[in-house]
């Protein structure tokens, strides 16, 4: 193809879930929210990025000119969004591959402290993105493998993107500590990678604790045994803040089955991390005595206690 600004790069398309009922929430309820002011802090991060980043996180390359030296971000990462639906495109490359996967990470993990959670999918091929203009095969394809393929709180990764970069196999994040292959499926990147946190969260087990919240939150909210805001979770509220993120009127009346599907999904997600980094998150030999916690690990795993989701003990105020 010989048109110019139409070339071959990988595309990512991104959406928001639960936006659109949200959005019915935040409007029947006619005034500015906790929920409002959660989708606009996000909207106004993603428009905020889309325009200039704010440099957290970013990958950035400097090119010296004849009297300055110009700084660039790694890869060519471009970014539009509309509404609830994100797409970012970065080059043809191993360092635009690079490139892009640090941006969807960071997209995701800063709107999942507010509460938020994406589900997308990455693929590679012809795309033509200029500021506001967008439109390719490569678009049409990632729109369709996050709407049909994606199905959990995931951002996948289409097999073509393996075959672009073979050469790349096992560096990273073409290696386990990035992407999560499980067998007759997409590979999908890791929705909690070791020590990647947003900045307003001082450490990696502080941005753990606060997504822990809101797994919990959502959990009781869309499981329809959890009724009401009883007295077990009163004193899990304590913990996880949710009047402050999510509205002083907590009610856990209701249940959505296939919704609480991808939160359940997201749960084992989250344990599994717990698991796999079991020792950068557990006390050290020399700390006798952390937060209340004497020994053992510093976060624990999500489970069913018999009345709501909880965390399997509590240990002192982490948990």
Same mark, same amino acid.
């Given at each position: ?73 790694? +890869? ?43 589900? +997308? ?9 200029? +500021? ?153 030999? +020399? ?33």
């Amino acid at each position: 193809m010989n048109i110019e600004g139409y070339e071959n790069r990988f595309v990512a398309f991104l959406d928001i879930l639960g936006f659109k009922e949200l959005i019915y929430k935040i409007e029947s309820e006619g005034k500015e929210s906790s929920d409002f002011k959660r989708v606009r802090s996000v909207l106004n991060f993603l428009h905020e990025e889309s325009i200039e980043s704010n440099g957290q996180h970013d990958l950035p390359i400097y090119e010296h000119k004849e009297d300055h030296i110009l700084e660039k971000e790694l +890869g060519d990462p471009r970014i539009s969004y509309i509404s609830d639906c994100i797409i970012i495109s970065a080059e043809s490359s191993f360092d635009g591959f690079k490139s892009l996967c640090n941006k969807l990470t960071k997209f995701s993990t800063d709107i999942a402290c507010d509460g938020i959670f994406m589900r +997308g999918a990455v693929t590679h091929g012809k795309i033509y993105h200029h +500021g506001p203009m967008l439109f390719g095969s490569a678009y049409q394809k990632a729109y369709e493998l996050e709407s049909e393929k994606a199905k959990h709180p995931r951002i996948i990764i289409d097999d073509i993107v393996f075959d672009v970069l073979e050469s790349n196999l096992g560096k990273f994040p073409l290696n386990e500590h990035a992407i999560t292959k499980v067998a007759n499926d997409f590979s999908y990147l890791a929705n909690f990678p070791l020590n990647y946190h947003p900045q307003y969260t001082p450490s990696w087990l502080d941005f753990l604790l606060r997504i822990k919240s809101r797994i919990l939150y959502h959990l009781n909210v869309f499981d329809s045994r959890v009724s009401g805001f009883g007295q077990e979770l009163r004193n899990l509220d304590r913990f996880c803040c949710w009047k402050e993120v999510y509205g002083w009127e907590l009610c856990f009346d209701g249940g959505n089955d296939s919704v609480l599907k991808k939160y359940e999904w997201l749960k084992d997600e989250f344990n599994s991390t717990l698991k796999r980094y079991s020792e950068f998150l557990s006390v050290s030999e +020399g700390d006798e005595y952390w937060g209340g916690v004497k020994e053992g690990m510093r976060i624990l795993p999500i489970h069913w206690n018999g009345i709501i989701w909880a965390p399997e003990k509590e240990l002192g105020r982490i948990r």
